[in-house]
């Protein structure tokens, strides 16, 4: 049997389903008798020797913690430079992992987080210790290379869609007298992806969301107001989704172009919808809503995906399973063998393919006019957001989500004066 | 059997549930055998002859109608004037319901609708034609009088709560290196209906949310600030909910104090949530994000409460009773017979009593400090939660939201100049 210890820890935006990973990770590594240590708030709780004894966890919350959003022992927003640059911070790391025997060291998160897991890989070598280090991927960004989607990405999508399908029905309603524009603010600095998702809440030109915009297209102010004109026109109200990251063609973020400051010098804080619902209203003089979920996006674990929170349990499965294989610097990654029927598996990726690289929003994916997704990307997206996995509810009408106990491990090692 | 055809129409801002009041409308009558029109967009259909003959709607359609989020005849902000200040649009509106033998006039709507369902109750008497109008409750706002709650609420404040929970578990993960504080917008321009709602996400002080404000306590800046820190610093971070309509001590709304207009000219679309954060953000200097659901809190038909999908259903299959029986000038309301168990009845108030009242938001409902809701609070709001009322999905991974015919009835008249 293995011997030593797995320590687990969660990193970058949280997910609807990264404590479905937790759950996988925790589970699988309790039937193999390895004693799972979680680090509270990422690398930062490795460093700072803040480490949880999951054992205190009864069986029950850890199943709960499968339908338990946002991150259940904290995460961090924190990336290691070179081992030449940050040489100390190393030797810290190690000498925690060290004092608790740590053999395993399992890293749950996106870009970042996967460039952190690559070089605590190689720890072992430069440093002669015993470690198997391995990445879980999660991201509601979906922008990890190698694997087919990230989980995370599947609920997120999900959770967009149908928001978007939703809000279009009430602004369908209203349109006559009231609100005829709705503009629905996606996640996505650097990618369409969310914004891609929402195209699935409609099929036709004449179905919401009418009109996308993406990142990856330049936002021409005239020829978009010129769309929403003609959609209201044609259709009797027009819903738009446009992507946080969206930008003019000189490079400049929309989402700039609000904001700033008022008179009194007070920070407004704008966002790309609310810049673009000001500009339909004095442009084209239509009363126009508008949404910002930010959060609720990614933690709306009431609409997760059935898909998604299936690969975000196989990946943790798979990471303990690489890590007592000894399978060091890897990633579980989904493959997707078939669309239709929608089939998976998972494999391992080496971290280096992973970390440092990412995966881009395919220009096939937007229909010709820059306005909408194309079949081939509903052919990728509709399987990531398929089924429904509903958490448990309580008498009071409100999810039963869990609240672990965390507790801490004693620490053995002076405080960390990083 | 009674003879004579039922007129149904959607009045206002529509909800996760109107349309289940539409279903149970449509279904009772069938069941007695009278034929349902429904008027496009409110009584504007009615004005302009714009009806709908439900009858081209299939069993299923109209079983599918009732997990249909939105207002399937499509909804208006109209509100008619008194019958002297009005008269021709009475007269117009008198001459469309006799033309199309209406004698049952439902109007599904708010306060505003109350009132137009009020006044054209009237008309039977003023111009002597056989007409039973009935008012059904509809709001998300829960500002009509005599009524325990208005379907629609239920829905909106269980959407709220379960988003507030998420998002509340998403930012403890983050707090310790990025985002400390939320800030979340509820509706409710005239009361803090929803936005006590969310207070249902916690039990305690350090439970999100931390704060809630509301409409009927005045914003004090200072104190609001000094609140936020102390929760961090007692927390580790803080969730704030704010209803749209907070006001300063003098009356001015909150959410006009952001916005206004940029450097360029452009209108700046603030609200509440981005300027609070923007406060947080200035004078705090902690990382916040701040979310504005708007139309997703009515329209959120998959996370609606059993308890307002079934009230909503029970309105409009009374409000059918009742026209049958000749009960002019009445609503269907809701009366709560016990809180625990809750149990709840059917029972018809005169319109009279409804239009032009307004059910403020009980000062007990408010905690001492002004900062959340008390157990009177609780006690209330918590039943209206309960239960989950999924809608069923596609393999597609949608609710299957049904899409009406509406099949236009042949007009009888001339167009109506009005």
Redesign the interface.
Known sequence: MASGTLLYA?SG??T?VINASASAVITEARARKIKVLAAR?GI?GALREELIDTSKESAAAIRALAH???????????KLKSLEADRAKYERLLAVLKAHDVRYFLYNGGNDSADTAWKVSQLAQAFDYPLTCIGVPKTVDNDLAVTDTCPGFGSAA?YT???V???????????????KV?VYEAMGRHAGWLAAAAG??GQTRDEAPHLILFPERPYDEADFLAQVKKTVERVGWCVVVASEGIQYADGRFVAD??G?K??FG??????VA??L???V??QLGMKV????????Q??????A?K?DWEQAQAVGKAAVQYALKGQNAVMPVIVRTSDAPFRWKIEAAPLSKVANHEKKFPPAFIRKDGYGITDKARTYL?PL????A?PP?G?????K?VALKNVAVKKKLPAWEG
């Open positions: 969660q935006g949280v609807a708030n930062l338990t959003p946002g991150g259940a022992f904290g995460s961090c927003r924190v999900k869609a149908v928001s399908r939703e809000a279009a029905l009430d602004v369908a309603a209203m349109a006559e007298t009231s609100t709705f699935l809440a172009a609000g700033g008022d008179s007070h920070t407004q804080l704008g966002g609310s810049y619902a000001g500009r209203k004095d809503h508008w949404t910002l979920p930010d959060y609720l990614r933690s709306a674990r009431h609409i995906s898909t509709q957001i398929r089924g429904e509903y509810y008498a009071d009408g409100l999810p989500y």
